[in-house]
């Protein structure tokens, strides 16, 4: 069995992980006010009066039990429960890393970094284009991590020789 070479600590510093990064700009709007609330009154009508088929039981019955119409397996939810739903929901999500040096918060205008995610394929030099193999994920891993710039990892090339 091999073994692996030992890391070297590289001194960056007194701090070697950025803080928080956040967006120093304003947020762009890509539809004005009223088509934004045009949208969301939409939404809220689809769910009122179409509803959603719902296949997994226990799932129907917590929409009933959290007030929702129920007819078999359609649901209909009312815009109480959704505006509800929404007042509840947390302004900052905690994301903890296995260092609490790196945590770092998901909030407004925070910038978090990720790899693309959920790739059926993956390509290289070597074979070019296929579907995603069990090493391909593990490469594309040890590429996420070894860098300092990304906060959240994702399944890369999905192994579907497994």
């Given at each position: 069995m091999a073994r692996r070479a030992k890391r070297t600590n590289i001194s960056r510093g007194p701090n070697p992980y950025p803080a928080q990064l956040s967006h120093p700009f304003?947020?762009?709007?890509l539809f004005s006010d009223d088509?934004?609330?045009a949208i969301h009154n939409m939404a809220l009508k689809v769910l009122e009066e179409l509803?959603?088929?719902?296949?997994?039981?226990?799932?129907?019955?917590?929409?009933?039990a959290a007030g929702a119409s129920v007819d078999g397996d359609m649901v209909k939810i009312g815009r109480d429960i959704v505006t509800a739903a929404l007042?509840?929901?947390?302004?900052?999500?905690?994301?903890?890393?296995?260092?609490?040096?790196?945590?770092?918060?998901?909030?407004?205008?925070?910038?978090l970094f990720g790899p693309g995610a959920?790739?059926?394929?993956a390509t290289d030099r070597i074979e070019d284009r296929r579907?995603?193999?069990l090493v391909d994920f593990d490469n594309a891993l040890r590429l996420q991590q070894s860098t300092d710039v990304i906060h959240l990892l994702g399944p890369s090339a999905e192994?579907?020789?497994?």
């Open positions: 304003a947020p762009q709007s088509a934004i609330n509803g959603m088929k719902i296949l997994l039981d226990e799932a129907v019955e917590m929409y009933q007042a509840s929901a947390p302004r900052e999500i905690p994301l903890f890393a296995p260092n609490p040096a790196r945590n770092q918060t998901l909030k407004h205008g925070a910038m959920g790739c059926p394929n579907p995603g193999r192994p579907q020789d497994v």
